[in-house]
């Protein structure tokens, strides 16, 4: 069980990102939006990265989850889910927006939002999948990051182990998933069952 979400103080320095200097000032949400190029960046406490492209089996299993939670919507149109290259306002000062693979947001929290800026709200639901450069601490600053802005529920992939890492905010849980078990949407996706042979096979 998680007793507390510490935050995490040092800066993610991931393998898979590189870091863009500032423009002589701190970064800001406008700066993000108005970079017009195909890349894929998060700003975390005013640093900003440009991401790698993800690999074939990270894009296989994101698609499959956003699949599948899609259909979910479908039948229960209780909010909308959003790919990886959308980015989300955790915090103002200093400022961190992360774009996380999978998110889920409530139909109710999306009422009256702009649409054309980052959403300044921690998803109701994260889907994380863990690149084989990430280390324990950049896991862990997204985990702490997503959890203390308000984040419900959060799922970590971990292709290799063909685990799934799932911690509750409401319930200040934590399970992991293995091969045979069903993962469930808990009280965010009422009655979402998936199965990670499918997500893995």
Do not use: C
Request: hydrophobic share 45%; proline share 7%; no cysteine.
């Amino acid at each position: 069980m998680i007793t507390q979400h510490a935050p995490i103080q040092s800066i993610d320095t991931r393998a898979e990102a590189t870091v863009i200097p500032a423009p002589g000032r701190p970064w800001t949400a406008d700066d993000l939006l108005a970079l017009d190029d195909d890349h894929q960046y998060e700003l975390l406490e005013g640093v900003l990265y440009q991401m790698i492209p993800a690999s074939f089996q990270h894009g296989r299993y994101e698609m499959r989850l956003l699949l599948a939670i899609g259909t979910y919507l479908q039948e229960n149109p209780i909010g909308e889910v959003f790919p990886g290259d959308t980015g989300f306002e955790l915090t103002a000062d200093p400022l961190t927006i992360r774009a996380p693979d999978v998110a889920f947001v409530s139909a109710e929290r999306l009422q009256s939002r702009d649409m054309l800026a980052f959403l300044p709200l921690a998803p109701d639901l994260v889907v994380e999948i863990i690149s084989p450069s990430e280390t324990a601490q950049s896991i862990a600053a997204k985990v702490s990051d997503y959890l203390l802005a308000g984040t419900r529920l959060l799922w970590v992939v971990y292709p290799k182990r063909q685990q799934v890492h799932a911690y509750s905010g409401e319930h200040t849980g934590f399970r992991i998933y293995g091969l045979a078990d069903m993962l469930d949407g808990e009280s965010v996706l009422p009655g979402f069952q998936y199965a990670l042979q499918e997500l893995f096979g």
